[in-house]
């Protein structure tokens, strides 16, 4: 287990790239995940978080990487927070057979 220390610096670390897109003016800068597109048949799901700038969170991560429980905690703590932005979409096997994995990620 990591201290809270080697915790900070983990997600200052995952931060670099954004702030420095926000040193060129870049404001709303979203993370994203997504599950599902490995599958030769069924949905992909992808959501997006737009932080403020000044916050982190603890454990965040890619969704793959946290147990079920972390991520049930990440998805409380992002969905209920009225500082961060969010949205989810899906889209189906056919649809996805129709535009390519690439375009429906």
Do not use: W
């Not at 995952?14 to 997504?34: C, P, V, Y």
């Not at 599902?36 to 991560?61: E, H, M």
């Not at 905690?73 to 961060?84: F, K, Q, R, V």
């Amino acid at each position: 287990m990591q201290s809270i220390f080697q915790e900070h610096e983990r997600l200052l670390g995952m931060s670099f790239h954004e702030s420095r897109l926000r040193n060129r003016g870049f404001q709303a800068i979203a993370g994203i995940d997504e599950a599902g597109r490995g599958p030769l048949a069924g949905p992909v799901v992808a959501a997006a978080c737009i932080l403020p700038s000044d916050k982190l969170i603890d454990r965040l991560n890619d969704s793959k990487q946290l147990g079920a429980k972390a991520r049930d905690a990440l998805y409380e703590t992002l969905t209920s927070d009225p500082t961060i932005a969010y949205g989810v979409g899906i889209i189906s096997a056919a649809r996805i057979d129709e535009i390519n994995i690439l375009q429906a990620t």
